[in-house]
């Protein structure tokens, strides 16, 4: 049996992990870009819904195998869609944390370095990665929540030495994220040109990572709409970061340099490997952030977003850090265990405390069979339950923003089309520049929202053919057969459509 293969103890540990990181970060199934991935799901289980502006969330959809294999389990099992993506976010969370500890366990020798990166991995996942508007895993499912953790078991399998199994990892997530895949993948090849050529791989591989400015030039030109778009999208460009952005660049230079010092002393090849193939891997998309973010052609690169890179750094970097402290600490002696968990519990403490605060209306674990607490959620579930699967909706352009509303999507909850908002689909615009044009052309006819009057509802009828809206107060001549806690559900008619 290899050092990295687990037993079934070491699998019961990580089960029992899992469900302690599930309950510290929370679960909200319907937040953030699942208004991007649930309704690709929803509509492939169900291809009735959404039968307007599919736009904004097939384009995702259209380029990854993620809705057909999550609708596939939801066939198979024969469950509810809510409940099997509360089984695969459990399982997204172990196959992390087992990744972890493989990887741990090619790195250390000692047996209780591995428990000591998976805690400290385990208690970071919800902890936001520089300026990439990504965590380690987010609190629903996305196709990271199955390209990271993979991605990390292909890295382990190049570093123990590997490299076809690594391959076929790295081809498993292609279709799931394609983008995702690209990083791992990367971060792959380094591995191995860093066992193959241990003096000459870095400049290898930094060549290689050079080279990705050779992809592909048919992203179209950047048009107004689009430029409007970027401007919603900071993340994209590393002329947006803010300067304590910057040292979340910066930071895992040094420490990783450092780290491959100590290894190369204390002559742990696998973990000096590592802490090399990061290096290079980190430099080399940094390198291409840079050129993406200059001004002038380069800028159409932008949706490539290299610095996404740095989510598998990061998870290594924890990994290294929680390693190197249990290898330590983690021993019989009294004080030394205290020493490490007290540390993790109050890091658990502080990102269960941030989730809270992150979601503050809503219930820090919203489980499928709870009904819901936040009121918008309980607004769009009534919809869902009781308007057309036809029905149009619009809503305020920015209403993910608002005050109570937490991020819940209308799409992946009320399970309705509406027209396009100024937040989540500015998303979508900017990963597919050809949806720009209508994402602004929508967005602009909702300006002035909060103002609305009944004419104003009409003429987004006679325009858009919408026969509903969601608002936080009633609209004088419209019939409102819903209100829960300052959210209403209108319904417009008349005026021509």
Not at 278 to 297: C, R
Not at 376 to 386: G, S, T
């Amino acid at each position: 049996m290899t050092a990295d293969r687990p037993r079934l103890r070491d699998l019961a540990g990580l089960a029992l992990l899992t469900l302690a990181a599930f309950l510290v970060h929370g679960y909200h199934p319907g937040v953030e870009d699942a208004e991007i991935y649930l309704p690709g799901i929803l509509k492939r289980l169900y291809p009735a819904l959404y039968p307007r502006n599919t736009v904004f969330f097939e384009s995702h959809a259209h380029m990854t195998l993620f809705p057909e294999l999550m609708a596939g389990s939801v066939r198979l099992l024969h469950l509810p869609v809510a409940e099997v993506m509360l089984l695969w976010q459990l399982a997204s969370i172990f196959l992390l944390l087992l990744a972890v500890w493989r990887i741990a366990r090619l790195c250390f020798t000692a047996g209780p370095a591995a428990w000591g990166a998976v805690a400290l991995v385990g208690s970071l996942l919800t902890l936001p990665i520089a300026g990439t508007d990504l965590y380690l895993l987010d609190q629903y499912v996305t196709p990271r929540s199955l390209s990271t953790p993979i991605g990390l078991l292909a890295a382990g399998e190049a570093l123990a030495g590997r490299p076809w199994r690594a391959v076929a990892l790295i081809v498993l997530i292609a279709p799931i994220h394609p983008l995702m895949a690209v990083f791992a993948g990367a971060l792959v090849a380094v591995l191995i040109a860093l066992e193959r050529w241990p003096l000459g791989g870095r400049a290898r591989e930094a060549a290689a990572g050079a080279g990705l400015l050779a992809l592909p030039s048919l992203f179209p030109p950047v048009t107004d709409a689009y430029r409007r778009i970027l401007d919603t999208r900071p993340a994209f460009l590393l002329t947006r970061w803010a300067w304590y952005e910057w040292l979340g660049i910066l930071g895992p230079f040094v420490i990783l340099a450092g780290f491959a010092r100590l290894a190369r002393r204390q002559r742990r090849p696998a973990l000096a490997r590592l802490c090399r193939a990061l290096l290079v891997f980190e430099g080399a998309f940094f390198a291409l952030a840079l050129v993406v973010s200059m001004p002038g052609p380069f800028e159409r690169f932008a949706e490539i977003q290299p610095m996404r890179s740095l989510q598998l750094v990061y998870a290594l970097m924890f990994l290294v850090v929680g390693g190197l402290a249990g290898e330590y600490l983690l021993h019989e002696r009294t004080w030394r265990p205290v020493a490490f968990l007290v540390p993790i519990a109050v890091l658990c403490g502080g990102m269960w405390y941030a989730q809270l605060q992150l979601f503050p209306a809503s219930r820090h674990v919203e489980l499928p069979w709870m009904p819901p607490q936040n009121h918008w959620v309980r607004a769009f579930e009534w919809i869902r339950d009781h308007t057309p699967v036809d029905a149009y909706f619009a809503l305020n352009p920015r209403y993910l923003a608002l005050p109570g509303e937490d991020e819940h999507g209308f799409r992946a909850i009320a399970r309705r089309s509406r027209i396009a908002d100024a937040l989540k689909d500015s998303g979508v615009a900017s990963m597919f520049p050809q949806v720009s044009e209508e994402w602004a052309e929508q967005v602009d006819a909702l300006k002035g929202w909060d103002h609305f009057t009944r004419d104003d509802f009409l003429r987004l009828r006679r325009q858009y053919g919408i026969d509903w809206i969601v608002t936080r107060r009633p609209v004088d001549g419209l019939a409102c057969p819903y209100e829960t806690g300052g959210v209403w559900v209108c319904q417009v008619v008349g005026g021509g459509a």
